[in-house]
Every structure is written in structure tokens, then in C-alpha cells.
């Protein structure tokens, strides 16, 4: 007997943002400026946080009544003052970056000393992450930046901003980072809804000024990773502890990245965005990737290789392919076709015959469902204009004849092709409407 799956479906109007289209409903982000007047923003390029948050499953922050049962965090920060001396110490950072960073951490603890209540618990766990992560030995010198930019925006949210309920998601005047409220650990960057924004901002003709000082705040804030560069994740979540990385956030990252550079002709954001496939060509606790027997399964959570989210692995292809096309770069080309080929596998283990599953034996909630089927219908049209660009170049070639033969190169989309009409099919079914039919070219 089949289980029917738990549905919203008020959320079935929602759009995909994440792969450059703007949500249908704006999401709001409250705004703070530096004088601390908060705003509420609506902004119809920031994709819903229902479906740009980190995944449900295995990988859940602490709720608020889970934050409240935690052992209270003190605000002690030795470690990382001591870390922070022996990279200046070093000469990883410089004098002036040495005590830019001290003044910081000062400010911090200093801050959490005077707050009470959910304030004060917040700033303290986020002081408390930092300085297991410098006792650990996790503090090097390119991830310094991003954990003094995480202190100072809560020093600076939680003196005057207001109270935060779980997944609220909030912005800084004069910044574009995309930031979220996980309770019990704080404000941290959201990467996924960052980057699902900033491929937003490219199709937006009018929104250069905000994609230019994007692009430059992720990769100022880019961390060296399992042999290049990643966007880290600071806090504690689903059982993983900081820093870890995420597969679905790194390839929307790329993808974003290579498309800013191409709309800018901008050949450093093309090269970052290149220096990030470390983590797709190393396994975890470091990458994301496991070798399987029929090629190559990119993981949500580099800290759980057991862990199979469908929506985030057909989504981290959708970027390889994006970036490889783009840059023309052979190597991660490699890597796309080893995804795709595990891809084409897992295809029918997403199906449960009347849904899709979110994970091997979970039915996906509705908005999930729509979210893996717009990914899967992504690498349909992108090997489609794969085949059907070459076979045009051939053609011109060899003489209208000719035909696409290589499989291996130009890999066949009528698996996913097929899939995601199966996944509309089943989507329609849900909502007791009839599927139209389709257009004829």
C-alpha cells in the first residue's frame, strides 16, 4: 500500500529562484543599518527561504525549544585570540588585519557580557563555535574572514536588532549577503539563498550595482578547502559541526559565479569559481564526493556521506554543467559527466511511482517535490541545447547528414527528460487538475 505524501499546497505557486527565476510571492528580509533603524524589505530576487534553506532530514538546525535545552555557552574566546596571534605571527595577515581581527573579537565578547536572554545566548554561541574551531586547529587564515564577519554581524544584530524566530531571513545595509537565523547558533551566512540571489541578480539588467558588491563579498569570503576554495558553512546543524560544506550550496555558488563573470566579462570570478571544484573532487568529511559503481554522487553534507537528497545532487550537476560550459574548462566537464552518469542511475530510485522520494525512503513535502522536479527538468534542457547545438555545429561541418554519435560526450536527456514530465504528471494528479497537453513544435 502506498503512503501519501504530507502536502502544503498553498506552496505549489511557488517559483523556482534558485536557478536565476524570481520567486512569485517576494520573500521578506528585514534590513539593518548602521545607526540600527531595521527595515522590512520585500525583495522578489531573494528566493523563498521554504525553498533555499539548507534541506529537512538529517540535516535540521536546532528548533527554538531544542536551542533552549543546550548547556548555556560561555563567552570566553582565548582560543581564537591565540589563533588569530599565531597566524599574524606567522605573516598570514598582516599587522593592521591582526588587530582589526582582535578588535573584533573584543567587541564580541565584550557585547555578550552586557546582553541578557536570547541575545546574550546567541552572541555566546556563536563566540563558542569560533573558539572550538580555533582549539581544534580550524582557525586558519583564509576561513579568519568569514568567522570575523559572522562576529560582527551578530555583535551588530543582537545589540540592535530585534528577536529572531527560526529561519528569518535578514540583510545588513551596504551588504548583499543573504543571512539566517538558526536559534542556538546564531546568524550565519545562508549560501544557498546568497547564491540562489545572486543568480537571481544576473537576468535582473537593473541590479548591476548589487551583483558587482555580491560577487565581491563571496569571494572575499571564499575558504581554502580539500585543495581549493569553498563556501563554509559555521554552525552546528543536523549533527554536523563547523566548519562543513554543501554540495547544493557550492553548485548553485558556481554557477552563479561563472554567469557573473560571463554577463561582466570578468575572467577572476570565472577563475574562483574554478578553484572551487576541490570539494566535488575530494571526498568526505573534507568534499563532497563519493565514487560510486556507476560514477560520481555529490553529497548535501560533507559530514554525512549516508545521506542521499535527491533535489541537492541533481542540483549540484545543474552547476557542474553550468560552470564546464562556460569556462570550457575539460577537467570539470569530467566531473559533470561522472555526476550525470550516477545521475541517470539514481533516476529511478527518486520514483515512487505516484511521487517522488526526498531522500531513499522519504517522500519529498510538495515544495521539494517541485524543487527536484524543476532540477531534474534543468538537466533535461541543458543536455537537450547540449545535443542540439553540437549536432548544428556537425551539420555545418560534415553536411546535414551528419549525426551526434558520441555518447559519452554528448550523454542522452531523455531519462530526465522523461522523469520530470513524470513528476508534473504526478504534481497535477495531486492537486486534481488535468495535466494540458503538450505544445507541438
Not at 209 to 218: N, P, Q, R, S
Not at 225 to 235: D, I, N, P, Q, S
Not at 327 to 346: A, D, F, M, V
Not at 366 to 374: C, E, F, G, I, S
Request: with cysteine; charged share 15%.
Amino acid at each position: 500500500m502506498r503512503r501519501t505524501p504530507f502536502l502544503c499546497v498553498a506552496s505549489a505557486l511557488v517559483t523556482l529562484a534558485l536557478c536565476g527565476a524570481a520567486s512569485a510571492d517576494a520573500s521578506t528580509i528585514l534590513v539593518l543599518d548602521q545607526s540600527g533603524h531595521l527595515s522590512r524589505e520585500s525583495n522578489p530576487l531573494i528566493p523563498a527561504a521554504e525553498i533555499s534553506d539548507l534541506s529537512a532530514g538529517l540535516g535540521r538546525s536546532l528548533t527554538a525549544s531544542a536551542a533552549r535545552s543546550l548547556p548555556a555557552q560561555t563567552a570566553s574566546s582565548r582560543n581564537l585570540e591565540a589563533a588569530i596571534g599565531r597566524v599574524a605571527g606567522e605573516g598570514a595577515i598582516s599587522a593592521v588585519t591582526h588587530a582589526d581581527y582582535a578588535s573584533a573579537i573584543a567587541s564580541a565578547r565584550r557585547t555578550a557580557g552586557h546582553l541578557r536572554g536570547q541575545r546574550r545566548n546567541e552572541l555566546r554561541a556563536v563566540i563558542a563555535n569560533f573558539d572550538r574551531m580555533a582549539r581544534a586547529g580550524l582557525a586558519t587564515s583564509s576561513r579568519l574572514a568569514p568567522m570575523i564577519e559572522t562576529l560582527r554581524r551578530n555583535t551588530q544584530w543582537w545589540t540592535k536588532g530585534s528577536l529572531l524566530s527560526y529561519g528569518q531571513r535578514v540583510g545588513f545595509k551596504g551588504s548583499q549577503l543573504v543571512w539566517q537565523s538558526y536559534p542556538g547558533q546564531g546568524l550565519q551566512i545562508q549560501w544557498l539563498g546568497t547564491f540562489g540571489y545572486m543568480n537571481a541578480l544576473v537576468t535582473a539588467q537593473s541590479k548591476s550595482a548589487e551583483l558587482h558588491t555580491l560577487a565581491g563579498e563571496v569571494s572575499r569570503l571564499a575558504v581554502k578547502r580539500a585543495g581549493g576554495l569553498a563556501w563554509e558553512y559555521l554552525f552546528q546543524f543536523g549533527g554536523g559541526r563547523p566548519p562543513w560544506v554543501s554540495g547544493l550550496a557550492q553548485g548553485t555558488g558556481v554557477q552563479a559565479l561563472a554567469s557573473t563573470s560571463q554577463r561582466f566579462k570578468q575572467p577572476e570570478l570565472l577563475k574562483t569559481a574554478e578553484s572551487a571544484m576541490g570539494i566535488f573532487r575530494t571526498g568526505p568529511p573534507s568534499g563532497v564526493r563519493l565514487n560510486l559503481a556507476h560514477g560520481s554522487y555529490y553529497l548535501a553534507y560533507s559530514y554525512a556521506p549516508g545521506q542521499r537528497i535527491y533535489n541537492a545532487f541533481y542540483q549540484s550537476l545543474n552547476g557542474l554543467h553550468d560552470l564546464a560550459q562556460i569556462s570550457g574548462n575539460k577537467s570539470i566537464r569530467q566531473l559533470w559527466l561522472r555526476g550525470q552518469t550516477e545521475g541517470r542511475y539514481e533516476l529511478p530510485f527518486s520514483d515512487t511511482g505516484s511521487w517522488s522520494y526526498y531522500e531513499p525512503g522519504s517522500y519529498s513535502p510538495l515544495n521539494y517535490h517541485r524543487v527536484l522536479r524543476d532540477f531534474i527538468r534543468g538537466m533535461c534542457d541543458r543536455m537537450t541545447a547540449d545535443r542540439e547545438r553540437e549536432a548544428a555545429a556537425l551539420r555545418l561541418k560534415q553536411g546535414p547528414d551528419a549525426v551526434l554519435g558520441n555518447f559519452t560526450d554528448w550523454p542522452n536527456p531523455g531519462p530526465y527528460c522523461v522523469m520530470a514530465q513524470r513528476f508534473t504528471k504526478y504534481l497535477y494528479a495531486q492537486l486534481g487538475l488535468t495535466m494540458p497537453a503538450p505544445s507541438s513544435r
